[in-house]
């Protein structure tokens, strides 16, 4: 059997906390990254428009928690 992958158990963790309060959240609709309800510009793609809808935060949440990250994120980077 394959080991559980890391990534993804940390990536579902992320998502239980987002859909328990999806209103501290939202979509970036640049690239789809959930970000935090206060930043004004996403740190991943620098756009600055969002979707605020909780039903959209949770689904987008559950299924970012099923797969594995493809953007590119600040930390990459360095």
Do not use: H, W
């Not at 080991?3 to 939202?26: C, G, S, T, Y």
């Amino acid at each position: 059997m394959s080991e559980p992958d890391p990534q993804l158990e940390d990536r579902a963790r992320k998502a239980e906390r987002i859909v328990a309060e999806p209103d501290k959240f939202k979509i970036c609709e640049g690239c789809e990254s959930i970000v935090a309800a206060r930043v004004t510009v996403c740190p991943n793609c620098y756009g600055y428009r969002f979707n605020p809808d909780s039903a959209a935060v949770i689904a987008q949440a559950k299924l970012l928690a099923t797969r594995a990250r493809t953007s590119v994120i600040a930390d990459d980077l360095l």
